[in-house]
């Protein structure tokens, strides 16, 4: 049976923080196809592509110029093609209000950007380990932030 690939995507500003999630889920024993994006701009001008194959998770940095991440959760789920993808936010925000809106706003699960190699290889795991199906009907406020 061959393995089946994730597609994954990452819009995140922070050059740093993008080698270091691409690192990270190298080292995950999940296989990964995974596309980054610098800005939300980029992000949505190639989700809404007609050949583009759509990730499974999107992974969307809030605090990004152009176009921030609470924009282009907005847009996800008011796009037909696009609402049914799983949304994490990956932010170094930890404010309430940021959590509080992006639950509202419909995405899937938030993380806190960790401070550690490690931690940061132990999230994206964990995201990718979640049964979506099961987890998204389950919703609530106490699932939805991630811990670690």
Not at 17 to 35: G, M, Q
Not at 73 to 93: P, Q
Not at 120 to 131: C, M, P, T, W, Y
Request: aromatic share 8%.
């Amino acid at each position: 049976m061959p393995l089946t690939v994730m597609n994954i995507v990452l819009a995140d500003d922070d050059e740093d923080d993008r080698l270091l999630f691409d690192e990270a889920i190298s080292e995950i024993d999940v296989k990964t196809k995974l596309s980054l994006f610098n800005d939300g701009k980029a992000l949505m001008d190639y989700l809404v592509l007609p050949d583009t194959i759509l990730p499974e998770i999107v992974f969307l940095d809030l605090n990004m110029p152009i176009k921030n991440g609470m924009q282009c959760l907005k847009e996800i789920r008011a796009n037909d093609k696009l609402n049914e993808l799983c949304v994490a936010i990956y932010s170094t925000s930890s404010s309430e209000e940021d959590i509080e809106n992006t639950f509202v706003n419909g995405a899937n699960v938030y993380i806190n950007k960790p401070n550690s190699f490690s931690a940061l290889k132990k999230a994206i795991d964990k995201v990718l380990k979640i049964n979506w199906q099961y987890h998204t009907s389950a919703l609530n406020r106490d699932n939805f932030l991630l811990r670690l």
